[in-house]
């Protein structure tokens, strides 16, 4: 991937980010590939991978919705660290399979199929409900009381 490739492809995805008010989830995404470096370093590659030879790519020629094509790659990543299904909460709290349509403002979570394995965060949608919020202490943070928003 070349340097011009790189920076368009950044520069969509920050327009994208601005546009929305959507939150940036890279940090998140690279504290991820760090632990999956040490855990799985054949998945590790292979998300390299997608990021150097699609996502970036695919961004940069304007082939796919950078935001759409972000929470993807989360999605793989969370994929690559336990297998599982990947599920979208709206604002009430109810959940629904997730579709790569899903709307942006819904919590994305990816629900590992072990038990005692907590759900892996996908995508936070900016300003969370009140169910969103709590789903996501419960089942991401293990928390039994809900924490203020924010």
């Known amino acids: 991937m070349d ?3 790189r920076k368009e492809a950044d520069r969509r995805f920050e327009e994208a980010l601005e546009t929305t008010g959507a939150r940036d989830p890279r940090d998140f995404y690279r504290k991820a590939l760090r632990e999956l470096k040490e855990r799985n370093p054949e ?3 292979r998300a390299v991978n997608h990021f150097q030879n699609s996502l970036v790519p695919a961004i940069a020629a ?13 999605r793989l990543i969370a994929e690559v660290f ?3 299904k990947t599920v979208a909460i709206d604002e009430t709290g109810k959940s ?4 790569p349509e899903t709307p942006l403002d819904w919590l994305v979570l990816h629900v590992p199929k072990g038990k005692g394995t907590r ?3 996908v995508s936070l949608p900016p300003e969370p409900s ?3 919020r709590a789903t996501y202490d419960l089942l991401v943070r293990g ?3 809900i924490s203020a928003p924010g």
Request: hydrophobic share 25%; proline share 9%.
């Open 62 to 74: 304007g082939e796919v919705e950078p935001l759409g094509a972000w929470r993807e790659y989360g």
């Open 82 to 84: 336990e297998e599982g």
């Open 119 to 121: 759900a892996i965060l």
């Open 3 to 5: 340097e011009g490739t």
């Open 43 to 45: 998945g590790y590659d």
């Open 143 to 145: 928390r039994h009381t």
């Open 96 to 99: 629904f399979p997730y579709d």
């Open 130 to 132: 009140p169910a969103q």
